[in-house]
């Protein structure tokens, strides 16, 4: 990120007179030392800083709008809510129904065996597995 004005630091400045008046506070001293090292905090980091800063009277008020300014400039990640749990695949009751119909007078129809193994199997039956079906049941009655 380029700044337009590199050697004024707001969070530098505020991190400095927060752990001046607060230097028994580890949070602070923490956070002071990450951002000499890394050069940046993160957004929780710096909403941390920006509520201890609040409470020091010293710190002016416009860099503390600066630093909300840099709070709220932040990427806040989001995670997607889940989808919703529904079953792949739908049973074909009306498929199952035929086909329970047809083998209880033909248990040995090779043909409807074989869609009652895809069906049990989760498969679905294409559109002519099931117009041979609609016609096996048509034959029965």
Do not use: C, W
């Not at 090292?37 to 800063?53: C, D, F, I, V």
């Not at 997607?80 to 498929?95: G, I, R």
């Amino acid at each position: 990120m380029q700044r337009l004005k590199p050697d004024v630091d707001i969070v530098l400045d505020i991190l400095n007179i927060v752990a001046e008046k607060q230097p028994d506070n580890q949070f602070s001293q923490s956070i002071l030392k990450q951002y000499q090292e890394r050069g940046g905090l993160s957004k929780k980091q710096l909403e941390g800083l920006y509520g201890k800063a609040k409470r020091i009277p010293e710190i002016p008020q416009n860099k503390l709008a600066t630093l909300e300014a840099i709070i709220l400039r932040k990427h806040e990640k989001q995670k997607s809510e889940l989808p919703a749990n529904a079953p792949l695949y739908q049973k074909d009751e009306e498929a199952a129904e035929m086909i329970e119909s047809i083998l209880a007078k033909y248990p040995e129809h090779k043909r409807v065996l074989f869609f009652k193994s895809k069906v049990e199997n989760n498969n679905l039956l294409s559109t002519t597995d099931m117009t041979e079906l609609k016609k096996f049941f048509k034959l029965l009655k």
